[in-house]
């Protein structure tokens, strides 16, 4: 399975489902919403739950959070892997291999598993595995130092290559990334701080897509290989901030 890219649209920003899951469950965790506004939020009649025992049985949302209790999950955190950089992944194999290859999933810190979405159609199924918490996770203040480093460098690389040539849309969005611009539907963050670093890491996985479009192709391999140097670490960058925002308990 080819891992899927942030939808790009001006106007709204894209969130992974695992990002926004994550997100609505930690504020329900720190008792910050109800279970009805984040059922209503992410968990509606379009999600499908395979929890117990870690078999298919589904489980409608309000008994899932009761399970979720039940289990003492403490925290929530996102995988958001590419090959190579397995962020947010601590084991076992299989769960990171299937989280690998959707390229998202979500950590149940406390119960020993994590969940995984399979999207067909307008549905959500999300499949429950075994699951280790990772020793570490980034916070959202060094997470948002590093993006803007990484922004600073790549604007720099591309400039150099001669983005706004090759891709004036690139080129237009690293200039504007100060522009607000909304998440296309509700989200819940522990923080100011960690909202504008998820926003932040959606503008720039957006770019990176747009960018990584033109990769290949008819372009020289020496060239290919640049804009992939100039890429990849604000790749990094983007999905480390979105881990860090989503992730946190508290927003720091």
């Known amino acids: 399975m080819v ?3 942030p939808h790009y649209n001006s106007c709204v920003l894209s969130l992974a489902a695992s990002a926004r899951l994550a997100c609505w469950l ?20 379009q999600t499908v739950v395979a929890f117990g025992g870690f078999g298919t049985t589904p489980l409608p949302p309000a008994l899932l959070l009761g399970q979720l209790r039940a289990e003492k999950v403490s925290r929530v955190s996102v995988a958001l892997p590419v090959p190579g950089d397995p962020l947010g992944l601590a084991g076992p ?18 119960s020993g ?7 067909l159609g307008s549905t959500t199924r999300w499949e429950a595995m075994a699951a280790e918490p990772p020793a570490y996770l980034p916070d959202v203040g060094s997470a948002d130092r590093s993006l803007r480093e990484a922004i600073r460098v790549a604007a720099t690389e591309l400039a150099d ?16 990334l100060r522009t ?20 932040q890491g959606a503008r720039c996985l957006t770019i990176v897509a747009m960018a990584w479009r033109d990769v290949g192709g008819a372009l020289s391999a020496t060239v290919a290989a640049r804009r992939h140097e100039a890429l990849a670490p604000l790749d990094h960058a983007a999905r480390n901030a979105l881990v860090a925002a989503c992730s946190s308990p508290d927003g720091r």
């Not at 598993?113 to 999207?119: E, F, M």
């Not at 001669?162 to 849309?169: F, H, I």
């Open 3 to 5: 891992r899927r890219r």
């Open 113 to 119: 598993r994590g969940l995984v979405p399979h999207t």
């Open 93 to 110: 194999a299989a769960f990171n291999a299937e989280v690998l290859d959707t390229g998202e999933g979500v950590v149940l810190h406390g």
């Open 26 to 45: 930690n504020a329900w965790l720190r008792g910050a919403v109800s279970a009805d506004s984040l059922i209503a939020a992410v968990m509606g009649r």
């Open 161 to 176: 290559l001669d983005v706004a040539a090759w891709n004036a849309d690139v080129a237009d969005e690293l200039m504007n």
């Open 180 to 199: 607000p611009v909304p998440f296309d539907g509700a989200v819940t963050f522990p923080s100011p701080a960690a909202a504008t670093t998820a926003v």
